[in-house]
């Protein structure tokens, strides 16, 4: 099992631009997360799916960002137009909802932002 | 809405010793998961050790082990033989485990962590 992947693993971007996060989860899993980390708000919910449909996006910040899941083996995260207040680590993970209630959830290794 | 808190923002330990990093949290539920995970330099979020609410059990992982108190609404990992491969940030976590729904109980809520120095 190669565990849950993500890319790239840097991303250095200037504002405006649009940057697309990718994640490929683990065969199998049928939850999928996307997790923000910055100092100064730590680890946050952005969005989750089930079975490839989003469940609660309700931690999205803002239209500038948005997620989709064509299937089940791929997710993106985009951020159209960029802004420095995007420079953060985005985590992706995944689970499956009998896995999740002993092994919690796997991570991917994030995607460290840093837009200038 | 649950909350976690981790009151301790860093806290450092000699080698080979015991140390205690404290987690509370916040919540109307009977029936929940309790998680610790580790972060090294790395980043890599790595799960440590994970308790049931409805276990009194206290979990324990080879060195790492928790102390769960429902009532008090506490779960405190304690890592003992501290090693400098324990160095990281600590993160303690709460999922709901309602089964009234098969949504909205899949998220896991962080504390803020704990950045752990191990002194050789």
């Known amino acids: 099992d190669a565990g849950v992947i993500q890319s790239p693993r840097h991303e250095v971007t200037e504002m405006g631009q649009e940057v697309t996060l990718r994640c490929k989860p683990i065969s199998g899993h049928d939850y999928l997360f996307w997790y923000r980390q910055t100092m100064m708000r730590g680890l946050e919910l952005l969005i989750y799916f089930n079975n490839n449909v989003p469940i609660d996006d309700s931690g999205m910040p803002e239209d500038r960002f948005s997620a989709k899941m064509p299937n089940a083996s791929f997710s993106t995260l985009k951020i159209q137009p960029s802004e420095p207040r995007d420079s953060a680590v985005y985590f992706c993970?995944?689970?499956?909802?009998?896995?999740?209630?002993?092994?919690?959830?796997?991570f991917g290794s994030g995607t460290r932002l840093t837009v200038v | 809405a649950q909350t976690v808190t981790q009151s301790q923002p860093e806290m450092s330990v000699q080698e080979a010793e015991t140390v205690t990093l404290s987690c509370t949290y916040d919540?109307?539920?009977?029936?929940?998961?309790l998680f610790w995970y580790k972060q090294p330099p790395s980043r890599q979020m790595i799960l440590v050790i994970r308790?049931?609410?409805?276990?009194?059990q206290n979990a324990t992982e080879n060195r790492f082990s928790v102390n769960f108190q429902k009532a008090a609404k506490s779960f405190s990992l304690k890592i003992s033989d501290s090693q400098l491969g324990d160095a990281a940030m600590y993160f303690c976590a709460y999922r709901s485990a309602s089964r009234i729904s098969n949504f909205g109980n899949e998220k896991l809520t962080f504390g803020t962590g704990t950045r752990l120095t191990i002194i050789p």
């Open positions: 308790q049931e609410a409805y276990k009194q």
């Open positions: 919540t109307s539920e009977s029936d929940y998961y």
């Open positions: 993970a995944s689970s499956s909802v009998l896995k999740a209630t002993y092994y919690g959830y796997t």
